[in-house]
């Protein structure tokens, strides 16, 4: 019975770290189309940020945000100068992103070596808690914590304010949107490094918790692309469903079937792709 | 036109079936063989990313499961001849399954499935490890003696490959005169067309991920053979992006890029991993030169880049200004 208790906390955690790498990717790739092979490389990349701010004393939360920050920058530069260019080619697109996702791996292993680094989490939040008289790993519990107030903050931006709307028009009709007046491609260089940033947040927080090793950029890219595919592109809802759907299905299948951990992962994306093209909550394109 | 381009090819049959000789050195001639088998994985890849607009980040997927196949059946004891057509038997089937996943979607959803089968291929092959021997990857102790020829020297082995890379060229010459290829590449160009006019879109796309997987596994059999060891790298993302490299580097579409595109890559990994150890870095950075200066891909780019520096310089001798070159229309 604990056992299955937590698991099921992990499941819950890694399902919140799990859409706090793809709320970004489901902003570049589900709504604006970009076909971002890099988003692994935010992620890993924000997370060796993160550890070498912590190393220098930093604070947690303030390493988290600055790690965000330089990664907006990056992206930004790298959407406004080389992939503006190539708007609507999607196998040059996919090359660019894939070369620059092979460039930061390489970086990486020489800046920060092939060691893994593992951070300890701030010490306010280490420890447990005790409920129902067990207890849970309080880091973890923040993690999920962090999720839903993206969560909520990105579905109020997008949903709620002018922002959003603008973004939206953007979106589905780039020249109405321009002639009524919308900077549409300053505002999809904003949502690139909106998203950048928040992979690299989850790269820094997931940095306790998974540690920052080699690799680990091509590990996350094809978990937020499986979330995205199966919660519908271009769905918040739909990408906060499929990461808490994915946590479980990986701790539970690890639990169950450890060589074939990796594998079960893919199987509901596999079956939405079949039975249900669009994804959970996508919406058909007509 | 057509007499030069019979003498052409008659000189690079020629300078292909005498290379051992004028070459000598061994390493080189297994520098050739690698660039043989992997222009068969190029032109195999080509199919789909330059006829088909299939562009697919999973094919070391189809290239691994060769290749596993082979060696698993050889290392259970079975001949080289089961094994091999074992190895086939089991990369069409992929491939099948590959094509009904895959096809749910074009463009970008096409690619992205492919790169999550691809993973799923790499997941297998690096954490079954009671299958697949995991890291530690699977060692392929004999190579095959056909006609009683053993390949276990350079020089037949070389042979071997060319035998393998000029059918897949010739079929690949075939493939793109054909009435499918035809109208494989109208898929690409104009699908609701083809629909309108009575062609199953999906059919002629799925024949030719079929076609494409076929001599991606010939390809990955070449390979276990050729290096007589298998490992879950041969699989990941790293290698499908190389591949892709190949294909666009020499310039999609074409018959001769992609094995252009071989050689440029095999030679470039040979030379640079000789000097320093950062492969994946000079990859990254050739990407984004391709994409950022010359789209079309390094033969035409550099072609287009020469034919404007040229005129640049004739219209300075002559006082009159130029504009660049524009990219070559679709």
């Given at each position: 019975?604990?056992?299955w208790?937590?698991?099921?906390?992990?499941?819950?955690a890694?399902?919140g770290?799990?859409?706090?790498?793809?709320?970004?990717?489901s902003?570049?790739?589900?709504l604006?189309?970009i076909?971002n092979?890099?988003?692994?490389?935010?992620?890993?990349?924000?997370?060796y940020?993160?550890?070498?701010f912590?190393?220098?004393?930093?604070?947690?939360w303030?390493a988290?945000?600055?790690?965000?920050?330089?990664?907006a920058?990056?992206g930004?530069?790298?959407?406004?100068?080389?992939?503006?260019r190539?708007e609507g080619q999607v196998?040059?697109?996919?090359?660019l992103t894939?070369?620059?996702?092979?460039?930061?791996?390489?970086?990486?292993?020489m800046?920060?070596?092939?060691d893994?680094w593992?951070?300890?989490p701030?010490?306010q939040?280490?420890g447990?808690?005790?409920?129902?008289?067990?207890?849970f790993?309080?880091?973890?519990?923040v993690?999920?914590?962090?999720?839903?107030?993206?969560?909520?903050?990105l579905?109020?931006?997008?949903?709620w304010?002018?922002?959003g709307?603008?973004i939206?028009?953007g979106?589905?009709?780039p020249?109405?949107?321009?002639?009524?007046?919308?900077?549409?491609?300053?505002?999809?260089?904003?949502?690139?490094?909106?998203?950048?940033?928040?992979?690299?947040?989850?790269?820094?927080?997931g940095a306790?918790?998974?540690?920052?090793?080699?690799?680990?950029d091509?590990?996350?890219?094809?978990?937020?692309?499986?979330v995205?595919?199966?919660?519908?592109?271009?769905?918040?809802?739909?990408?906060?469903?499929?990461?808490?759907?994915?946590?479980?299905?990986?701790n539970?299948g690890?639990?169950?079937?450890?060589?074939?951990?990796?594998?079960?992962?893919?199987?509901?994306?596999l079956?939405?792709l079949v039975?249900?093209?669009?994804?959970l909550?996508?919406?058909?394109?007509? | 036109?057509?007499?030069?381009?019979?003498?052409?090819?008659?000189?690079?049959?020629?300078?292909?079936?005498?290379?051992?000789v004028?070459?000598?050195?061994p390493y080189?001639?297994?520098?050739a063989?690698?660039?043989?088998?992997?222009?068969?994985?190029?032109?195999?890849?080509?199919?789909?990313v330059?006829?088909?607009?299939l562009v697919s980040?999973g094919?070391?997927?189809?290239?691994?499961?060769?290749?596993?196949?082979?060696?698993?059946?050889?290392?259970a004891?079975h001949?080289?001849?089961?094994?091999?057509?074992?190895a086939?038997?089991?990369t069409?089937a992929?491939s099948?399954?590959?094509a009904?996943?895959?096809l749910?979607?074009?463009?970008?959803?096409?690619?992205?499935?492919t790169?999550?089968?691809?993973?799923?291929?790499?997941?297998?092959?690096?954490?079954?490890?009671?299958?697949?021997?995991?890291?530690?990857?699977?060692?392929?102790?004999?190579?095959?003696a056909?006609f009683?020829?053993?390949?276990?020297?350079?020089?037949?082995?070389?042979?071997?490959?060319?035998?393998?890379?000029?059918?897949a060229?010739a079929?690949?010459?075939?493939f793109?005169?054909s009435?499918?290829g035809?109208?494989?590449?109208?898929?690409?160009d104009?699908?609701?067309?083809?629909?309108a006019?009575?062609?199953?879109v999906?059919?002629?796309?799925f024949?030719?991920i079929?076609?494409?997987?076929?001599?991606?596994?010939?390809?990955?059999?070449?390979f276990?053979?050729?290096?007589?060891?298998?490992?879950?790298?041969?699989?990941?993302?790293?290698?499908?992006?190389?591949?892709?490299?190949?294909v666009?580097?020499?310039?999609?579409?074409?018959?001769l890029?992609?094995?252009?595109?071989?050689?440029?890559?095999?030679?470039?990994?040979?030379?640079?991993s000789?000097y320093?150890?950062?492969?994946?870095?000079?990859l990254?950075?050739?990407?984004v030169?391709?994409?950022?200066?010359?789209?079309?891909g390094?033969v035409?780019g550099?072609?287009?880049?020469w034919?404007?520096?040229?005129?640049?310089l004739q219209?300075?001798?002559n006082?009159?200004a130029?504009r660049?070159?524009?990219?070559?229309?679709?």
């Open positions: 019975m604990s056992l208790l937590t698991l099921a906390v992990n499941s819950i890694l399902g770290l799990l859409f706090l790498l793809s709320a970004g990717f902003l570049i790739f589900g604006m189309r076909p092979l890099m988003h692994g490389s935010f992620f890993m990349l924000g997370a940020f993160g550890v070498t912590l190393d220098k004393g930093l604070n947690f303030l988290a945000l600055l790690s965000g920050l330089a990664m920058v990056i930004g530069v790298i959407e406004r100068f080389l992939l503006r190539l196998l040059p697109q996919v090359l894939l070369g620059f996702a092979f460039i930061i791996a390489d970086v990486c292993l800046v920060w070596t092939g893994p593992q951070p300890s701030p010490p939040l280490r447990a808690v005790q409920a129902f008289g067990m207890f790993p309080l880091y973890r519990l993690i999920v914590g962090a999720a839903v107030v993206v969560a909520v903050a579905w109020v931006m997008v949903d304010t002018r922002l709307a603008m939206r028009a979106v589905d009709d020249p109405i949107a321009r002639v009524v007046g919308i900077k549409v491609s300053q505002l999809f260089t904003l949502v690139f490094c909106l998203g950048a940033a928040l992979a690299a947040f989850a790269g820094v927080m306790p918790y998974l540690s920052v090793y080699p690799g680990l091509f590990e996350m890219l094809p978990l937020a692309l499986i995205v595919i199966l919660g519908g592109t271009g769905s918040l809802l739909g990408a906060l469903v499929g990461s808490f759907l994915i946590g479980f299905l990986y539970f690890q639990a169950m079937f450890p060589d074939l951990a990796y594998v079960i992962l893919f199987l509901p994306m079956l939405v039975l249900r093209p669009q994804g909550f996508g919406r058909v394109v007509t | 036109m057509s007499r030069l381009r019979h003498a052409a090819i008659a000189v690079a049959l020629l300078l292909l079936a005498t290379l051992p004028w070459v000598g050195n080189y001639i297994n520098v063989s690698q660039i043989l088998l992997f222009a068969v994985f190029a032109l195999a890849l080509n199919v789909l330059g006829y088909g607009g980040l094919h070391a997927g189809l290239f691994a499961i060769a290749g596993y196949a082979a060696a698993l059946m050889l290392q004891g001949g080289h001849f089961a094994a091999d057509l074992a086939i038997v089991v069409l992929a099948a399954v590959f009904v996943l895959a749910r979607s074009t463009g970008i959803g096409f690619l992205m499935i790169l999550a089968l691809g993973q799923i291929i790499w997941g297998i092959a690096y954490r079954w490890a009671s299958l697949t021997n995991g890291d530690n990857g699977v060692n392929v102790t004999t190579r095959p056909p009683g020829i053993s390949l276990a020297n350079a020089h037949s082995f070389y042979f071997a490959t060319l035998i393998a890379f000029l059918l060229v079929t690949m010459a075939v793109v005169r009435p499918f035809a109208s494989l590449r109208g898929t690409r104009q699908a609701r067309r083809m629909n006019l009575g062609y199953n999906w059919l002629i796309r024949l030719a079929l076609f494409s997987g076929f001599w991606t596994g010939v390809s990955g059999i070449l276990i053979y050729y290096n007589q060891f298998i490992s879950p790298q041969v699989s990941a993302l790293t290698a499908s992006a190389e591949v892709l490299l190949m666009i580097s020499g310039g999609t579409a074409t018959l890029g992609p094995i252009a595109g071989a050689a440029i890559v095999v030679i470039m990994k040979n030379v640079v000789a320093i150890e950062r492969w994946n870095l000079v990254g950075v050739v990407f030169i391709i994409i950022s200066f010359m789209p079309e390094l035409p550099t072609v287009r880049l034919r404007w520096g040229w005129q640049a219209a300075r001798l006082g009159t130029v660049p070159v524009g990219e070559r229309s679709p």
